[in-house]
């Protein structure tokens, strides 16, 4: 598929051809939802902790008799039925990340590009590069229409580039290297330089 490209300016730069077998596939819901589903648990921290009742700081005296009160048998206050005892099974700290095949995670990444494409929200431009001010690179954005847009470069992402976008609100810039399906569906313009295509079509390949 053809598709024009155009510099940061507004002006147009020539076009540049993609392929259909990663920009032009029908996209599967299902395979999306799986890829976003494995980064989103291999990032969680999973640090969440309760305390059991052997690490409650009560006495571990017998609170009462075990007959003639009248009441149930208890050992000490850190029994899971009183207030603020020990939690039974609670949460442990670990890992929630799970295995997804290698070719899962390539098709998710092609079917998050083709969505993009497919939807109009895939622009190409020549390159990404700006004088390092804020300002002039914000005007460029705002100009383009771009409100919440995620960039990706080549190899590398230009310094002044990166340094310039840091400060835009709903902007992301991303090597190709760092290109993946959560953050490109996230976004509603996908933003690839020439040099980030060619990566991602080699990644790809």
Avoid: C
Avoid at 54 to 77: F, L, M, N, P, V
Avoid at 81 to 104: N, Q
Avoid at 166 to 180: E, H, Q, R
Wanted: glycine share 10%.
């Amino acid at each position: 598929m053809k598709l024009d490209v155009i510099k940061l300016d507004g002006g147009k730069a020539g076009s540049v051809d993609l392929g259909e077998d990663i920009f032009g596939l029908e996209p599967r819901a299902d395979i999306l939802h799986r890829v976003v589903r494995w980064q989103r648990n291999k990032a969680q921290a999973g640090t969440h902790k309760v305390k059991t009742r052997s690490e409650t700081s009560y006495s571990t005296k017998k609170i009462y008799r075990q007959k003639g009160t009248g009441g149930a048998r208890h050992g000490d206050r850190n029994a899971p039925i009183f207030r603020k005892g020990g939690i039974y099974k609670g949460p442990t700290p670990r890992s929630h990340a799970h295995e997804l095949p290698k070719k899962v995670r390539q098709l998710g990444l092609k079917h998050a590009l083709s969505a993009k494409a497919k939807a109009g929200e895939l622009v190409v431009i020549d390159t990404a590069e700006t004088d390092g001010k804020t300002k002039t690179l914000a005007k460029q954005v705002k100009d383009l229409g771009w409100k919440r847009a995620l960039i990706i470069d080549g190899a590398e992402v230009n310094e002044g580039f990166a340094r310039a976008a840091a400060n835009i609100d709903g902007l992301d810039v991303l090597p190709s290297v760092g290109a993946n399906v959560y953050d490109i569906l996230k976004r509603d313009t996908l933003v690839i330089t020439k040099a980030g295509v060619e990566a991602l079509e080699a990644r790809l390949k």
